[in-house]
Structures are given as structure tokens and as C-alpha cells.
């Protein structure tokens, strides 16, 4: 299925930062490792340039660099998840 491994990797990113958000967890994750997250979905050849998923993960990305809250970060990315499958034709 077209666009599955990409929607995969955004599901991961979005964990990783609900783990975040929810202080789960033994290990501190540091918002470097969360910004690894976005930057392998960004990775997914899958997402197409300029598409409006890859813009939301650009948006995700910006937002940790710029320190906002967790929830924005994961409200950004389901926007990307919920662009990638609007995207997906349908069969």
C-alpha cells in the first residue's frame, strides 16, 4: 500500500512525542531525538515535495527547534498523517 511505510514513521514520531507530553518512561527524551523523528519522516520518499504533509512535517520540525509544547508538536503531526492519507488514492 502507497504511503503506508511514511504514515508508519509519522505514527513512531507521534509516540515518541505523546510520551513526551504524558512524562512516560524511564529515559528523558531530549528534543533533538524527537526532531531525529520528524527528520526520518521527512526522509520517506513516499511523502511528495511540496505536498501538504511534507509542509506539516517542516512545521513539526520548526516547532521543537523552537521549543513549543509537546501537544503542538503532536497536533502537527497528526495534521501530516491526516495530509498523507487525503493524499493517498483511494482503491
Known amino acids: 500500500m502507497r504511503g503506508r511505510a ?3 514513521q509519522i505514527r513512531k514520531a507521534i509516540a515518541l512525542i505523546n510520551a ?5 518512561g524511564d529515559e528523558d527524551l531530549t528534543p533533538t531525538e ?3 523523528a520528524i527528520r ?8 511528495e515535495q ?3 504533509a511534507r509542509r506539516y512535517l517542516g512545521e513539526a520540525l520548526d516547532a521543537v527547534s523552537d521549543g513549543m509544547p509537546a501537544d503542538f508538536v503532536a497536533m502537527t503531526l497528526y495534521a501530516a ?11
Open 50 to 52: 511540496g505536498s501538504n
Open 81 to 91: 498523517l491526516g495530509a498523507l492519507q487525503e493524499g493517498r488514492p483511494e482503491r
Open 20 to 24: 513526551v507530553a504524558d512524562g512516560a
Open 34 to 36: 524527537i526532531a531525529e
Open 6 to 8: 511514511a504514515a508508519d
Open 40 to 47: 526520518d519522516c521527512l526522509e520517506e520518499s513516499e511523502i
